[in-house]
């Protein structure tokens, strides 16, 4: 059993899936299982590639929430040479910028 979180205060048991939805039709292309502690966005890309081999179809993009939007998941669309749409997330981890945060030179 794997334990996973949607906040500090409310945790879950299980697992999560992941699934690639087609943007026009609404169907589900693909779906992966993912243990309830992995990250939202992992094996984000390999869900796109199974998304196409189920359709046959080449993706244009690859839209996702803020989950998606962190800098290893966006490296690997971008050195498979795809496009990734997602958010970026606003808060900031302690010691680093906040995206809300103006810096001035």
């Known amino acids: 059993m794997r334990h996973g979180r949607k906040s500090r205060a409310k945790r879950f048991d299980g697992h999560k899936a992941a699934i690639a939805v087609d943007a026009d039709s609404q169907l589900i292309t693909e779906v992966e299982v ?51 749409i997602a958010k970026v997330t606003d808060h900031g981890r302690k010691g680093y910028f906040k995206k809300s945060q103006s810096l001035s030179i």
């Open 34 to 84: 993912l243990p309830g502690n992995a990250w939202d966005a992992t094996h984000a890309l390999e869900l796109t590639e199974g998304s196409e081999a189920n359709t046959g179809l080449e993706a244009e993009e690859t839209m996702g929430d803020c989950a998606y939007g962190d800098g290893n998941t966006r490296q690997k669309f971008a050195d498979a040479g795809r496009t990734l």
